[in-house]
């Protein structure tokens, strides 16, 4: 599998690195505003060689050069100075837009991966800028957030993270939040498994907790890295080897849960052909309310940089 990298910072390098560790990619091309960082990032990555399951040719180039790929990954976008993800999208709109009509033109058929922040947004963006059917735009969304509660309610709970079926909806960003009824543990239900186990926590925390987890390891290190390098990799696997595995992942909203016109995450079958089914959920009330909340927010936000 042929696959682009666009932006080759701390995230598409992680996407590239761990793409190369799994062997789910046989020739990885980088491209960057910088091309010297591509370059480098290209090279560290190829002197691993010995350690992978087999070769992967390493390299880079322009954005006509991506025309052969068989997936993309946008990685562009910097949070340096920034707190609140939606902001980039004004920064990088037009950029973004720019060169997905540039790859397109060139000749690309292949799928997109947007993982640049607001990854929904810019999901959004890069649809209508391809003009390729949903299906073959896929948003990183809220994926990464919901293995960050697996994980969270795995250390609280004292049990593996491979028993908790997590499930966090709306915009991978501020108004993201746990839909605490779909949650199970060892194929019970959140509410069965705690009357049998009983746990003391608050769920405003737990939300809490996964919400600023990203925010504490930028604070921390600089950048995100090993969890999203992971999770995008789990989605180019899962397309790559057709798993038809159930990820949750930022499609366009056509009348599920009510909502339209914006890409949101919800369950997706993703397989050879990308995003092949999306699962609508049984939300209560609030969980419902909630998920229309983050579609104000991204559709206002959407508007506002017009």
Not at 15 to 30: C, E, H, L, N, Q
Not at 108 to 126: R, S
Not at 132 to 156: H, M, Q, W, Y
Not at 227 to 255: F, Y
Request: hydrophobic share 40%; glycine share 8%; net charge negative.
């Amino acid at each position: 599998m042929k696959l682009g990298i666009i932006g080759a910072g701390a995230v598409g390098f992680a996407v590239g690195y761990t793409a190369a560790r799994m062997g789910i990619a046989s020739d990885i091309k980088y491209n960057d505003i910088i091309e010297e960082r591509a370059k480098a990032q290209a090279m560290d990555i190829e002197d691993a060689s010995s350690f992978y399951p087999h070769y992967v040719k390493m390299s880079w180039g322009s954005y006509k050069d991506m025309a052969d790929r068989d997936i993309i990954v946008t990685a562009t976008g910097s949070l340096d100075g920034v707190r609140d993800r939606l902001e980039e999208y004004e920064m990088f709109k037009d950029a973004t837009e720019a060169y997905v009509k540039e790859i397109v033109k060139a000749g690309f058929k292949g799928i997109f991966i947007v993982v640049g922040n607001p990854c929904d947004l810019m999901a959004d963006l890069v649809y209508r800028a391809s003009g390729f059917p949903k299906e073959r735009v896929i948003g990183s969304g809220t994926a990464l957030d919901t293995t960050r509660l697996n994980t969270t309610l795995c250390k609280l709970l004292e049990i593996d993270p491979a028993d908790v079926r997590g499930v966090v909806l709306g915009e991978h960003g501020e108004s993201q939040f746990v839909a605490w009824s779909n949650i199970f543990i060892n194929n019970l239900t959140f509410e069965e498994y705690l009357k049998q186990n009983p746990a003391s926590f608050s769920r405003d925390d737990v939300e809490n907790l996964v919400r600023e987890r990203a925010w504490r390891v930028i604070d921390g290190k600089g950048h995100t890295q090993c969890g999203i390098g992971n999770t995008v990799c789990s989605i180019i696997d899962a397309i790559v080897n057709d798993r038809k595995k159930v990820i949750l992942v930022a499609t366009l909203m056509e009348g599920m849960y009510g909502l339209d016109d914006i890409y949101l995450s919800t369950p997706c079958v993703l397989g050879k052909d990308g995003m092949e089914k999306a699962i609508e959920l049984k939300l209560n009330e609030e969980e419902l309310a909630r998920l229309k909340h983050s579609e104000k927010v991204l559709k206002a936000n959407r508007e506002k940089y017009k």
